[in-house]
């Protein structure tokens, strides 16, 4: 009998739990859904913004007025997000209420392509980003004869020179010519022929030593050209 009893106890709290789960899925099925928040990974970026994720939303037919979450599919949402140029990485998701939060994580541009037939981006992956009419970064500028087998090399240097605050200062400009990269200077009025962008490492070291011994002594207007292509020298042309 008390067998029996515990039996039956333990079949009322089942039964109870199952309709208490039956209720809160059907309650949940019926919930409208609401955009609660739109969280953007701090960046010096700004090509998205709230307005413009929100717009953008939008504009791809997203609706959050009288729509229920079991009919909402958040990977949908997802998926477009990522079509965005400018959106490396999203995550949408909601609460039991029908609070949906979307978090996002901005490309970051590193240097900019300008050509006499193309203008764009490279990201810290080398990968091409199209320029934004809301937002203009201030990347290092490359010019001259670029074409996708430069980027990786491009991007490599450029990280190189943005790990120290003085190249990264001096050095505002690349121009290639052929397979010869022509580095642009804040300082000092000559172009620094680099080659190729190998031993980037040795070649700045040269460089550095000489700009440090020298260019006190000769004066910052004394070349037009200063070449460190060749191994463990440099070459200097006067004015």
Known sequence: MKKLFQILKWGMLLALMLVVLAFTNKKQEQQLIKLDQINIEDSEDRFVTKALTLEYIR???????????????????????????????????????????????QRKAVVRIKTSSADYY?????????????YTSRVLVVSGDVNPSHHSDIVSFIKTINKTKFWESQITQLHVEADEVI?????GDHKIHFGILTNIH???????????????????????DISVKYNNQIVCIKK
Do not use: C
Request: proline share 5%.
């Open 59 to 105: 504009k791809h037919n997203f609706d959050f007025d009288s729509v229920m979450l079991s009919s909402f599919y958040l990977n949908n949402l997802e998926v477009n997000l990522l079509n965005h140029p400018a959106i490396k990485k999203v995550e949408v998701y909601s609460s039991q209420e029908g609070m949906l939060s979307i978090n996002l994580h």
């Open 122 to 134: 490279l990201d810290e992956d080398g990968l091409e980003m199209p320029l934004s009419k809301n």
């Open 183 to 187: 580095v642009i200077p804040r300082v």
């Open 202 to 224: 040795e070649k700045l070291d040269n460089l550095y030593q000489f700009y440090k011994q020298v260019m006190p002594v000769k004066g910052w207007q004394t070349y037009s």
